[in-house]
């Protein structure tokens, strides 16, 4: 639950960036001196709701990537922390059935 909430968070904090990077793309503006002007512009003409156009639809696919990130990433570590301890206790055992042959 907590990821879906910062995801949400992150999101929402950065989004009005995507929104004038996406209008400077579609402008074939450069870096420099579109940044300032598509600002401007949205500004001027649409407020503060301009920069959140196409909020809902970013978080209908970034959240649930961010989940299943998230999830996935935290399965497989627990699968290969599960697999190192199986193969530590086989080298445990091993060892101590050459060291019972050896001293028996």
Do not use: D
Request: net charge positive; hydrophobic share 45%.
């Amino acid at each position: 639950m907590m990821v879906f909430s910062m995801q949400a968070i992150a999101s929402s904090i950065t989004y009005p960036h995507e929104v004038v990077r996406s209008q400077m793309h579609v402008r074939g503006l450069g870096p420099f001196n579109g940044f300032g002007l598509i600002c401007k512009e949205i500004w001027q003409n649409e407020g503060l709701v301009g920069f959140y156009k196409g909020w809902a639809t970013n978080m209908f696919r970034t959240v649930p990537a961010a989940a299943i990130t998230f999830t996935s990433f935290e399965l497989f570590a627990r699968l290969l922390r599960e697999a190192g301890a199986r193969q530590r206790a086989t080298k445990e055992s091993r060892r101590q059935a050459v060291v019972s042959e050896v001293g028996g």
